[in-house]
């Protein structure tokens, strides 16, 4: 009990010293302008609209990719030397630090593929960073469904893809919405990955495609809070609510939309 | 179908076509043998039953026939099985003969779909699309397996919901919408108050005219009433099939079958 309490402590004390030091500035204008007098005053809009470009691409290249790969693991692949190696492959993925994707990414992307600093490579490097998240829960959720489920369907006569269409799925889709939402909370915050393939430092122009390069919220604070003299204080604390806001209200969307599921769970 | 089909066997008083001829199956997980070498053959429109304690390799014997070995890695199957003549292992689309085969386990699975999705699912599968033709299909399954009077108000409630006599009824009667050939029950009654099982056993009897029926049951009772013929199964080994009457009234090859019949075993 009292250990939960200190679990909850900081999370609160960030709260309040962001609402505390930070809340005076968060407006519409604060929100939908943009900086001005070299990033010291003005809004932050270039780099909200920059993050929700790079969580949107990211989310379309990894989702299809993840599913699909968990579909294969949990549904298809029998247990074998090769598939246990694709597991601990996707395990170490998720343990490889986020500046070491950060230089993948470069090498990978921005270099071999040319893409250059862009929000494709960069959506591709959080893209792959993430994608042990979503595989894992899609799998969890896949294995979640009752194997009779499968087993009578295939009794009458259904494919391996059929019963994974009409019967899996349909039932799995709340823990893999779940592993969607976490990772648009965790893309969001990134920082590292992006700040080599696409983020910019300013911008006085919002992207206009994929392979512009962009200004986003996590980038933003780090530059406003440590690279510019003379911000007044009151305007990094202003970012960090805002990007903390958003993932709050991700985590808490995510926790909702499970709660809502299980309550009609069919089974 | 084939000529195979038309081979008769000749058993005083019966002549009746072979539906399904087993030589010498054998089925392992791995190293493990868990049934070896059954020899029998299953008539057209009979119930043929399968009695023996728990594991005899009953319910494997059922996965083996309609080819779900192939979804279970480590079951191997040996041997031959011949359905209408014809040997299930040459058979390309696996997918339609499971579809003849309609298949009632022990715990009833609704499957998380509503009451009308259960049954139409099969016809869907096999690609019947016409909406007419589905509630035809779906009201006449269900009316045969006893449900339809309690679930024709709320065919659009799930099927996972309703309790569970309801829900094997739906199981068989999601098996009956496959139109099957042979229909295979696995200890259906396990999970099913006595009424309903009277009242599935009811149909059953019905149904034997127009399918095979494959009766796996703990029940020794359950057997004699619907049976027409029984195979004893007991750790791995067919130990006798016969004329079910002549197995409760002690006309039997082995002395063990009788001690089973009688409930004397152990």
């Not at chain 1, 074998?80 to 090498?107: C, E, Y």
């Not at chain 1, 593929?113 to 893209?127: H, R």
């Not at chain 1, 893309?187 to 495609?209: D, N, Q, R």
Request: glycine share 8%; with cysteine.
């Amino acid at each position: 009990m009292l250990m939960t309490a200190l679990l909850i402590l900081p999370v609160l004390l960030i709260l309040a010293t962001l609402i505390h030091k930070g809340g005076s500035i968060i407006s519409a204008e604060f929100l939908f302008s943009e900086p001005t007098n070299g990033m010291t005053a003005g809004g932050i809009f270039p780099a909200l609209y920059g993050t929700i470009w790079l969580v949107a691409v990211a989310l379309m290249i990894s989702v299809p990719l993840g599913v699909a790969a968990a579909l294969y693991l949990s549904e298809y692949a029998g247990d074998n030397w090769f598939t246990r190696i694709i597991n601990l492959a996707i395990i170490n993925l998720a343990g490889v630090p986020s500046i070491v994707h950060a230089l993948f990414g470069v090498g990978a992307f921005v270099l071999f593929f040319g893409f250059g600093t862009s929000i494709l490579a960069a959506s591709l490097t959080l893209a792959i960073m993430t994608l042990p998240l979503i595989i894992v829960a899609t799998k969890e959720s896949l294995q979640a469904v009752p194997h009779a489920f499968r087993e009578a369907c295939w009794n009458m006569g259904a494919t391996r893809w059929q019963t994974i269409r009409k019967v899996v799925l349909p039932n799995a889709v709340s823990g893999i919405l779940t592993g969607v939402i976490l990772e648009v909370s965790r893309t969001t915050g990134e920082t590292a990955p992006i700040m080599f393939t696409g983020a910019a430092f300013f911008l006085p122009f919002l992207p206009e495609s994929v392979f512009d390069q962009t200004m986003a919220l996590s980038l933003h604070l780090y530059v406003v809070a440590t690279q510019v003299p003379n911000v007044p204080d009151e305007l990094p604390y202003g970012v960090a609510l805002v990007l903390i806001a958003i993932v709050l209200l991700m985590n808490s969307l995510s926790i909702a939309f499970r709660m809502w599921l299980r309550g009609r769970k069919k089974w | 179908m084939v000529a195979a089909a038309q081979e008769t066997v000749g058993t005083p008083g019966t002549e009746a076509t072979v539906k399904l001829e087993v030589n010498g199956v054998s089925i392992s997980y791995g190293a493990q043998t868990i049934l070896s070498d059954v020899n029998l053959s299953i008539r057209e429109h009979e119930i043929f039953g399968i009695i023996g304690p728990a594991n005899a390799g009953k319910t494997s014997f059922i996965k083996a026939l309609n080819r779900m070995d192939m979804f279970t890695p480590s079951m191997h199957v040996d041997g031959q099985v011949l359905i209408d003549g014809r040997d299930i292992r040459s058979v390309r689309n696996v997918y339609a003969l499971r579809s003849q085969i309609g298949v009632v386990f022990p715990l009833p699975v609704g499957l998380p779909l509503t009451v009308y999705d259960n049954v139409a699912l099969a016809p869907r599968l096999s690609g019947t699309k016409n909406k007419k033709k589905l509630d035809e299909i779906v009201e006449r399954c269900l009316t045969r397996a006893a449900l339809w009077d309690e679930v024709k108000d709320r065919l659009d409630s799930l099927g996972s919901l309703l309790s569970g006599g309801q829900q094997q009824r739906l199981t068989i009667a999601r098996a009956l919408s496959q139109e099957p050939q042979l229909l295979m029950l696995d200890e259906f009654s396990i999970a099913v108050d006595p009424v309903t099982t009277m009242r599935i056993e009811d149909v059953l009897k019905e149904l034997k005219s127009e399918m095979t029926i494959v009766l796996v049951t703990n029940l020794v009772q359950q057997a004699r009433r619907l049976a027409d013929r029984t195979a004893f199964f007991l750790e791995g080994e067919c130990v006798e099939v016969g004329i079910t009457e002549d197995l409760f009234t002690g006309e039997v090859k082995d002395s063990r079958t009788r001690d089973y019949v009688e409930g004397r075993f152990g």
